[in-house]
Each structure stands twice: as structure tokens, then as C-alpha cells.
């Protein structure tokens, strides 16, 4: 199992920024793929995450109503759309998968790095 996180960067507070997570080397139609944050100095955070079948979302109170969590099943990958970013959103952003019985993730990908500046 390959997840790639792609999409980071520096980026105004107030803005928008879109990132991917392109994975591949299963059929993802049984998982639960989410995204993570760490941000320095402090423990990685869990934002969202999507049922790939079916496309349910859920958020951590932190982000919702500003990330939106989507998947595109032909191209077998996932969106973390991030609105209003502030600069406590600086973090380097992770993107992970488990089969939805299971409750830890054991897929993990390498991490794109987005930073907010004020």
C-alpha cells in the first residue's frame, strides 16, 4: 500500500489551499482513509477521515467548517480542501488508511508540509 500526500506550501492566512493523497496498491472499497496534522513541538492531531465506500466523512471539532474531506474513486484519491487556514494550521499534513473493522491506521503516507503565514 502506497499513499502519496501532495499539495503543501505557504499560503496567506484567510486562504485556501487543496491537498491530495493519491493511493494505490490495494482496492481501497473497504477502507477508512483520513488526514493527520503534526504540527512542531506537539502531537499529531487527527482532522478527518472518509468511508471510501459510500463517501462518509467525519471531523474533529477543530476543522469542521473550514476542511472538507472528498475522494475521487476513479482516480483513487483524496482531498483535503482547507478554507480560512490560520497560522495554528501550520503543520506537516499526513494522510493515512485501515480497514474500516479496524481501529488504528496502519498506512501511512510521508507527509506534505503546508505553513500559514500571518
Not at 491530495?20 to 472499497?29: E, T, V, W
Not at 512542531?40 to 474531506?69: C, M, Q
Request: aromatic fraction near 14%; charge should be positive.
Amino acid at each position: 500500500v502506497q499513499l502519496q500526500a501532495s499539495g503543501g506550501g505557504l499560503v496567506q492566512a484567510g486562504g485556501f489551499l487543496r491537498l491530495a493523497c493519491a493511493a494505490s496498491g490495494r482496492n481501497f472499497i473497504n477502507d477508512i482513509l483520513a488526514w493527520f496534522r503534526q504540527a512542531p513541538g506537539k502531537e499529531r492531531e487527527f482532522l478527518g477521515n472518509i468511508r471510501w465506500l459510500g463517501g462518509r466523512t467525519s471531523y474533529a471539532d477543530s476543522v469542521k467548517g473550514r476542511f472538507t474531506i472528498s475522494r475521487d474513486n476513479a482516480k483513487n484519491t483524496m482531498w483535503l480542501h482547507m478554507n480560512s487556514l490560520k497560522p495554528g494550521d501550520t503543520a506537516v499534513y499526513y494522510c493515512a488508511a485501515r480497514f474500516f473493522q479496524v481501529d488504528s491506521y496502519p498506512y501511512w503516507g510521508q507527509g506534505t508540509e503546508v505553513t500559514v503565514s500571518s
